[in-house]
């Protein structure tokens, strides 16, 4: 059974940096393309960046524009999300998720758009 499992979450100051990790266990893992997803305590889930493999489209969220890169090692089968100037309205739990099936040359910012979710890493930025 394949699985997405994030890492690399915690406690950072304000302007800090910080990497996040997803990696794809299971024999067998491909993806049309992969996401962040972000969600804060009381807020609904939100895009954050996404990255279609075939075309090499790449999207991001206004909010977090010029400060994260999106990235892979396709040899590990391992998706990174590096955040650089971090403020505290960063701090939610990030998800990564990975489209599967369908299209695969477009943006894709929704969460429907996936078909397999990480549990999340929680983020927390200080003031």
């Known amino acids: 059974q394949v699985q997405l499992v994030e890492s690399g979450g915690g406690l950072v100051q304000a302007g800090g940096s910080l990497r996040l990790s997803c990696a794809a266990s299971?024999?067998?893992?491909?993806?049309?393309?992969m996401g962040w997803f972000r969600q804060a305590p009381g807020k609904e889930r939100e895009f954050v960046a996404s990255?279609?493999?075939?075309?090499?489209?790449?999207d991001y969220a206004d909010a977090v524009k010029g400060r994260v890169t999106i990235s892979r090692d396709s040899t590990e089968n391992t998706v990174y999300l590096q955040m650089k100037s971090l403020n505290p309205e960063d701090t939610a739990v990030y998800y990564c998720?990975?489209?599967?099936?369908?299209?695969?040359?477009?943006?894709?910012?929704?969460?429907?758009?996936?078909?397999?979710w990480g549990q999340g890493t929680q983020v927390t930025v200080s003031s």
């Open positions: 998720a990975a489209r599967r099936f369908g299209s695969s040359g477009s943006g894709y910012y929704s969460a429907t758009d996936y078909d397999l």
């Open positions: 299971g024999r067998t893992f491909s993806s049309l393309a």
């Open positions: 990255k279609a493999w075939i075309t090499g489209r790449t």
